[in-house]
């Protein structure tokens, strides 16, 4: 009988002891939800794939909000097994599930965005004078074709805010090829230059063409100012054809040899001198 008092009154001190630790469970899984909301608002406030939040800034915010989601996917299992070990119903993170699942979409746009800016920047090193069109073509097909099969794999990648601004970069810098190679056109001087950079609103002071680097060309985005730029380019190349023009009256006019003859004007003994035609 003892034995059996004994271990009737162990039962009832664990039963109390579970009681204790499951409403302590309770209370921190219903805190654990509150702050999974929280945190939820604010990624979708201003988090990796919102409006306001430039590709650059989202890289951040994604690497921060990865990280956010582990750690509570650690205190979720560990809120989980206390749910187990004490017969509580399983709680479920809705909110935390559909960040994860954001996130993956994220990550395939941002991972061809850091590749692509990482391209722009070693590009943005080398020297106007030494342009390699090819290269810069050949980039942008690629990132055309990878951002294109992106929008394919990705349902609603057209809703998403960094696909779609990552897509105006990409054909943004696609669109200013052909501006940049007409800008490689000999007839383009500083004084051109100077004109085009007024006018994108980027003028810098002196322009020196030999230590000019591309990086200052993609900073103009001359896709946005295709007619300015067509229009001074024309220019610049009516005014090396002028100039040229008169480079070789000059020259002609410089080796051209005349021949002056002398003639007696009738009833007078003045002399006057006329050029011989050709």
Request: aromatic content about 10%; overall charge negative; some cysteine.
């Amino acid at each position: 009988e003892d034995l059996l008092e004994f271990a009737d009154r162990k039962d009832f001190e664990v039963n109390d002891f579970k009681k204790s630790f499951s409403e302590v469970t309770k209370t921190e899984v219903e805190a654990f939800k509150v702050k999974i909301v929280e945190e939820y608002e604010k990624y979708m406030s201003h988090g990796p794939g919102t409006l306001s939040v430039q590709l650059d800034e989202g890289c951040e915010l994604l690497a921060q909000s990865k990280e956010q989601i582990r750690r509570f996917n650690r205190t979720r299992e560990e809120n989980v097994l206390a749910e187990k070990l004490f017969n509580l119903p399983i709680s479920k993170f809705p909110e935390l599930v559909a960040m994860e699942e954001m996130n993956k979409k994220y990550d395939l746009v941002y991972n061809i965005y850091k590749e692509y800016t990482g391209q722009m920047k070693d590009f943005a090193l080398g020297s106007w004078n030494k342009l390699d069109a090819a290269q810069l073509i050949a980039a942008a097909s690629k990132f055309e074709s990878l951002v294109k099969k992106l929008g394919n794999k990705l349902p609603g990648a057209d809703g998403m805010y960094p696909y779609t601004k990552l897509r105006e970069q990409v054909t943004g810098f696609k669109e200013s090829l052909p501006l940049i190679e007409m800008l490689k056109n000999p007839a383009i001087h500083e004084r051109h230059w100077k004109r085009i950079m007024e006018e994108t609103g980027k003028a810098s002071g002196e322009i020196n063409l030999k230590t000019m680097t591309l990086g200052k060309v993609f900073e103009l985005e001359l896709q946005h100012f295709e007619d300015k730029v067509t229009e001074i380019c024309v220019e610049a190349g009516e005014e090396a054809r002028n100039e040229e023009n008169l480079q070789q009256i000059e020259h002609t006019w410089k080796i051209t040899n005349f021949t002056i003859l002398s003639f007696a004007l009738k009833g007078s003994d003045q002399k006057g001198y006329v050029l011989k035609s050709p």
